[in-house]
């Protein structure tokens, strides 16, 4: 165990001004799965590229792994899944995206290829290959993106919205090759459908770009009115029912929804 990251009084304001965010301070530690979520515009982004070390604050500072500031130990072992996957794709193949990780890290060919297939596999990214990124669909290079993230097996992944262009089918592969991750996951959001099923807890980044609220999924995701404030919502079916369950838990995930509803015909 220990702090695989340590934020103190981050502040980013962009050239033209505005702050993003605003003196926030979190510790994330080993093993740890972490919703960080807010509005648009909230920060998320950009406290995902601080903590990603891909640019420096203009106040505060980030320590990785219990040490000084370590640019190498960012690089190595945390992966960063960057909002925009054209970001992520610069190769002249989707292949040599997805080795370029293992490559930069130096592990042996004959393990990077293996990794690639496996994430192949599990993305279904065989026919794409050999296809240049911009050849792609939105859905698409996302999935070849998140296969260049998890390809050199970072022990922290900081993934910023992975389903956004993504159908129902590959959202449940990724669900399920986060949930298989063996490190420290932290998922910037701004949708709270999924959270139950990938994180325990929740770091809540208010309008100002600052943590108003850092605290289990439960509490925050069946907390309404901190949610309203704060411009987001409860997951669906905690708004469903709301108002009908005068007892127990609410549930906060279609299974706990059916669960209850089996029960209650009992
Ligand atoms: P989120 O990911 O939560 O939607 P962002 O971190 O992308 O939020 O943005 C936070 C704030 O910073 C927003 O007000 C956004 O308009 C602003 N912002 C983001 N990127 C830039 C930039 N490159 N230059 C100036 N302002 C930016
Ligand atoms: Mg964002």
Redesign the pocket.
Known sequence: MGLVIEAQNLT?N???G????RDVTLSIEDGEQVAVI????????????VLGGLIAPSAGTVRYFEETENAEAVRDRVGVLL?DPNDYLFNTTIREDIEYGPAQLGIPQQAATQRVEELATDLCLHDLLDRPPFRLSGGEKQRAAIASVLAFEPEVLLL??PFGAVDAHYRERIRKLVTNHKGTVVL?T?SLEHIPELAKRVIL?GKD?STVADGTVRDILTNKSLLAENGLRPPAMVQLFEGILDQGELPLTIEDARQYLLNERE
């Open positions: 980013h962009y050239p033209d505005s702050t993003a965010i807010g509005a648009n515009g909230s920060g998320k982004s950009t406290l995902q590229l909002q910023d919205e910037f701004p980044i770009g």
